[in-house]
Structures are given as C-alpha cells and as structure tokens.
DNA sequence: TATGAATGAGTTTTCATTCAT
DNA sequence: AATGAATGAAAACTCATTCAT
C-alpha cells in the first residue's frame, strides 16, 4: 500500500524531476536556477534540497533517466513492429535500433543539446549491475518502480538474445554496444547541433557503413556473405 | 623580427592563456573566475576585456588549440619515426596516430577532462576553411603566427597524402576523419575518467579493431587481405 | 521511585541535553543547529520543541548545569581531601577551590571556550533564590532531581560555613564570592584560551596574591599578619 | 599626500564602520545582517567584502576600536582634570581612571553590551606588541592615524609612568593591569546589564575595595599606612 | 507525546562587468 | 592600453518553525 504521505512525496519529485528537465531544455542548464525550478514545481525552495544535494545532483538523474528512456522507447517500438517486419539479422536489429534513436534526436534537438554526449556508458553502466529479479522489499522502493533507469537491464537482456541468435562471436557484447553507442551519439551530436561537418542525413549513409564494418569483425567466417542493409 | 612591445603585448594575452588552462584544469571551468585568471596573470581585471569577450571566449579558444595541438604533437611524433619504422599502410598510419593519442591522454587525464568531448569537428571544421597560404598584414596576426589551430591544414593535408598513397577508396575523406576521431576521443574519455566500462588498456584492441574494421570498409577490393595490426 | 516511562521521557530531554552539549563544544554554538541536535539526539525535529522553547533556551539551561556543576565538583574534591589534609583558613579553602577550578578549566579548554565567560553571576543567582528545603510536587519536577543548579545552594552554604568559621568580617559575603568569580572567571578564559598576556601557569602566582589581598581586605585586624600561601 | 582615491576608499571604509556600529548597538550583532550594514552605508554589497572577510571580522575590529576607545578617553579626561585635581598617589590614578570608565559604561549600556566582556587583554594586546615610535613610510599607513587601536601604547606608557612615580614594586605591570582590566570590565557587565548580583551603585564600594586591596599587595613596605580612597 | 516533510523568508557570498583615472 | 575599486543583481543554500498525521 502507498500511503498519502508517500504518494504526495513522490509527487514533489515527480514535479522538480518534470518542471526541470522543462527547463534545462528551454533555458539551457547553467541559465536555469533553483529558484526558476521550484516555483515552476509549485514547491518550496527547501524542499528542493530534500530531494536532491544540488543543481547538478538533479541533472545527472535527468540525463540518466532521459538517456535511458530514449535507449527503451526505441527499443520497445522496434519490438512492435516485430512482426509484421521481423529484423532478420543482428545487424538489422542494430542499424533499426540506430535509426530510431537518431530520428528521435532530430525532432527533439533541444533534448539531444541537453545529454548532450552523457548517452553512455555513465547510464549503460546500470545494466550490468542492477539485479534483474529483486523484488522491492520495502515501501521506499515503490518510489522507483516507474524509473528507466531501473529498466535499463531489460534492454541490455533483449540486446544479448539479438545477439545470441545471430551468429557472431562476441566475447565482451557489452564492449560491441559501447562501442556502437559512443560513436552514434558522438557523432550525432555534431552533425545535428553543429551540422558539421555535414547534416545527420548526409553521414547517415557513412555511419551505417561504419556500423556495418565494426559488427563484421565480429561475424562467424561462414556467413559474411549477407548483407543486412538493404 | 618580434619587437619588444609586441612582446610585452603578447605576455599579457599568453599570459592569460596560460593560468587560464592551468586553473580550468586544476579547479574545473566552472570553478575558475575571471579574477583568478587575472590574479595569476598578474594583469588588471579590465584587460581581460582587451582580449577577450568573456569566460567562453576564452575557453573556446583555447579548447581549440589545446585540441589542435594533440593531433599536430602524435602526427609530428609520428613523421620522425618514419624513418626508422615506416607506417607502411594507411591502417598502421592511422592506428599509430591514435595510440600516441591515447597515450597522450593517459598521461594527461585533467587535460582530457578539460577538452572532454571537445575534441571533435568543433575543431577540425577549421582544417578545411582556413587558408593554408594567406600571409598576415598586419602586426596583430604575428601574435598568431604560432596558433596551432592555423596549422591544423597541414595535419589534414598529411593525413590526406597518406590515405591517397594506400589503395583506399573514400569520396569523403573528411567524414572518415571525422567518424574516427569523435570515436576515439569519445570513447577515450568513458575509459580513461570513468573507467567504464573498462579501462583503456581492456579497451584498446576492441577499439583498435573497430578502426581497422571501418577502414576496411574503405579498401581496394584486392587488397583486403593484408592486415596492419602487428 | 522513577518508573520506565519517566526515564524514557528524561532519555529524550538528556539525549538533547548530551549531544546538544557536544556539539556546541566542538562545532561552536553558532554552527550548530537543531537539526544537527535531533539527529545526534535520535528524536524528531517537533520533539525539540516539546522540551526547549529555542536554541537558546537549552544553550543557558546548559550553561547554567554545566557552570554549576564545575563549581560543585571543586568543592565535593575539596572536600573528600579535607580530612587527611585540611583547609586550614578560609583563604588556603578558596585558594585551592581556585586551583582545582583552572585546572578543570586547563584541562577542558573547549568547556570553557563554551561557558565562556557565562560562569557568573548568571548562575549564582540560584544559589540564593533557589529554596533548599522545597519538594518536588509533581512528576515531571522528578526529572530534574539531579539538577545541578538546584545544588549551588549547597555549595552555598559550604562556602559561608567556611568564611564563618574562619575570623572575617564580611556584611556581604554574596559579593565576595562574585568578585573572585567574576576575576577567576574571566582571566582563565584569556590566559587559557588567548594565552594573553601570558599562559596560565605564569598567571597563577598574580592571580592568587590578588586574591590573597582581596580576602585580606576582609580579615579581622589581630590576623592580618598570617599568610596562607606557603 | 593623500589622493582623492585614497581617501573615497578610507570614507567608505569609516562609512562602514560606523554604521554597522550604530547596528550592532541598537539591533544586536546577531540582529544585523550586512544587507542592513551597506544599505545604511550607502555602499554596494560587493564592497562589504572589499573591506572585511566578513561580519565577524568587522565586529572584531570594532571591539578592538571601540574598547580602545573608551581607554583612551578616560584617561584623557584624567589627564586633562589632573592640574586642578591631581591623582596624588597611584592608587588614586586608578582608582579615578576606573571610575570614569565605570561611569562611562553606565551611560552607554547598548555599547557594554556589544563589547561585551571583551574590553580584555583582545585588544591590550596590542600595547606591548606595537612600537611606538614608527613613522608611518608609506600612504596605505595614512588610514590607519586616527586608529584608536594603534594608540593604545600611549596609554599603556602613561600608566607605566603613574606607576613608576609612586613607591611600588612591580616586576610584571602588564599582569597587574590585566588583572584590574579583567575585574573592572567582568563585574561591570554583571552589575550594570544584569543587575546582579546587585546595581552598579551598591557594587562600585566593595570594587574600589577589591583593587585597593591588590594594589596595595604591590606597595613598598614603608608606605602601607597611606590609603588613597578618601 | 512524537513525528518529520514542508516551508520560504532571509542570509551570505560571488563575480562578470563597468568606468573614472 | 591598462588599471582595479566599485557595483548590485543574482545565486545557492540554510534552518527555525509549523502542522498534519
């Protein structure tokens, strides 16, 4: 049972956590203060301390939450769409993933600006770690059910059955998504922020050429053959 | 000939420069104030003004030639051992350029911090644009003479000489350039500060493969047996 | 009898007490806050308020106790050596009542940086207006049974038993004892704390020839030729 | 010769000083916040802390000034009365010079308070310590010629000559003018603030009486018949 | 009694920028 | 070009106190 206390607790953070990430987007971080984000929150200004040890404590909750629920949402819809068009090699199922995210990143540059390159290993690093099967044992932990960051490990889970289906040899699957993920947002980031050195849809072509040749290092002999890009 | 006013007009300017970099690097951008920078510089608050617009313009400055100067010292390094041990592909080229890079950041962690992810087209837009043979006409650009930043058309013209030597087909040398570099210094930074996740060393052949695969994806058809990685 | 309930209840009231004494000792009283109070003390922030109107309501309660019980240890001290070797005069009583008070004091340096120079009148004020001879009516007056404050009476009395005793002409014994207080008081603090002008050590033999003289100043004639200091 | 920026810089400086003065008086040190002290002194907050680290700083230096003070005028005030009513003895000197600053204290009872108890060797400190026949070399020194602090050696080698004139035997002067100090000032506040234990009025016989007394533990032999207190 | 989340006015302190010299 | 005292808006953060539970 969540208790009114709890539930109007959560609600707090639930408010700063919305009200802020709304204006790190707008304003930018450094020109955002506390004092833009509470009253915005409709809460005190020491209530923002009860919740998070400063600007920055709050900041990087957000970006992992965010950058974790970017990896999720894109991941859940390529699972949508799974059967009507089935990605049939792990390289489909990551060069889909990829093309997601980026799609993602061009209508929503302002929250691109705003992780800016943190979509990393400083999220990614949850997956490993976070036990899959705790179940929360006490009430404190209801607070968290609904955080992506939590969920983090169900993508990395779906990643590895990709992966185990396709015939590679992969010893460090985790260094492969690394890898993958590093050089997509970095290079995201500048082609859509700064177009430079040329729009995300001119490198689109050579990034997935990239994708391609790293997941080939780590293909079976037998089936080099095929070729996942259409 | 420097004359000693230009001289003494050039200490003020490297001056800041310079305790600028050590205190951005030893306290952090955000916790380095305009008066530190001029404290240690030994200059009045107001000249800061004389040379720079603001904290940013400084920064920007200098992340540019600091950045600069880290490619133009590996790829120096490397045109002296030509002789002795001739990177005799491109792939051992590029391979090797990274290596000293990587090198360099280890040893240089703070400096990495500074730069962070930085090192990117951010800088390398001016390898393109800037003109390699215009002469300075006037006495202030003598105080430039020496920018890094202006020399960064040569490390792209060596870099380009290489790769026309070696059987490569690439129709955008410069996004080549540019994936491998924002994946370099991306994943440099994951490794080296958060050691995530793993270290640099761990990391090193994974990404060193995921180089010679993309280059790969560049190669002459006949050639694509022949392995640079020793 | 004191029943579980009534010690619980004086737990909280001690537990504030206690760790409110210690940090006031070692963070000063200035930079402790109730909060830091309740947390050491283990009891909700509301509790505080039950027993103690505001900060500085507990800081004089506190020290008035601690004052007082400085004073009563002294003379408890003095008076356990009494038999094997005795105060002989008055003076030799208040002399070695001194002593026994600057050396707590040398020895609890942080203590009287705290009561400062709050061991006054402030306290002795109870000593004559506190009625000896009331009993505790109701329950909540149980807790305070041990309150130092409320046996400067005795310490009182102790210290007119012994200036009767001795052969001094005094109409206002009250001020006597508030004069070598205040002086004792108020120089321990810079000789200990400051070290200014010198170290109490050095101090010692000015202090206690002052007192000798004032003490002197009420003797009876035929004996002003006895000394007490050997 | 003092520039005009000089000497705006020593009128902000005396402007801040004397208005936080007026605060500390009338609102209480704790009551004073420095918004309160620069809006008052019609200067910008920034320039508060051009000019003291912080309020504690100020408050210290003001103590020390004010107490200063208060010596200085009280012996001015003996010395300008001395051709018609001269102190005679030592004592008298004292005993007078005590008087004033007692009588002082009572009319301003706001500043006893602020000074609190620490009209003490804080600032004698100052008198042994400082030379007195310095010239002051550079114009930064020109600040300080009305500082009362500095002129405490004055006062100090006034008291030494009253000293020397009369018949006593006193190998640490220091220590004795402490100790009357320490008395004065302790009892003072007790007396005139508190009221306890009894006023100032019914107190000051049994004081005179004390210093009497400690005075009269330094006279030389042949004199003890004399008694200045008429 | 006891709790502790919430409050928000209030405080100190910082620091980029200006401008008279 | 160079100075550095002065500015003052704006920021972070505190903490005594309340009150619904």
Redesign the interface.
């Known amino acids: 049972m969540v208790t009114k206390v709890q539930a109007k607790k959560e609600n707090k953070r639930s408010s700063l956590f919305h009200h802020a990430y709304d204006l790190f987007l707008n304003k930018g971080f450094n020109d955002t203060t506390i004092s833009d984000i509470v009253k915005k929150s409709d809460v005190a200004k020491g209530t923002f301390y009860l919740y998070f040890k400063d600007k920055y404590d709050l900041r990087d909750q957000l970006v992992a939450r965010v950058s974790a629920q970017i990896l999720l949402d894109a991941q859940n819809k390529l699972e949508q769409t799974k059967d009507t068009e089935p990605a049939q090699t792990f390289e489909g199922y990551v060069l889909k993933l990829i093309n997601l995210i980026l799609d993602h990143f061009e209508s929503n540059q302002m929250q691109l600006r705003f992780i800016?390159?943190n979509l990393?290993?400083?999220v990614?690093?949850h997956m490993?770690t976070h036990r899959p099967d705790t179940v929360p044992d006490d009430l404190d932990a209801v607070a968290d059910l609904n955080d992506p960051v939590a969920d983090l490990n169900l993508f990395y889970r779906r990643y590895l059955d990709a992966l185990t289906r396709a015939n590679y040899h992969c010893d460090?699957p985790?260094?492969?998504l690394?890898?993958v993920i590093?050089?997509v947002?970095?290079?995201a980031y500048?082609t859509i922020i700064?177009e430079?050195?040329?729009t995300l849809q001119e490198?689109k072509p050579?990034?997935f050429?990239?994708v391609?040749?790293?997941l080939?290092?780590y293909r079976m002999p037998e089936q080099k053959a095929s070729n996942a890009l259409s």
Chains 1, 2, 3, 4 share one sequence.
């Open positions: 800016s390159k990393s290993w400083g990614l690093r490993l460090r985790d260094l492969l690394f890898t590093e050089l947002g970095s290079s500048s700064n430079a050195p040329c490198y050579y990034l050429r990239s391609h040749q790293i080939e290092g």
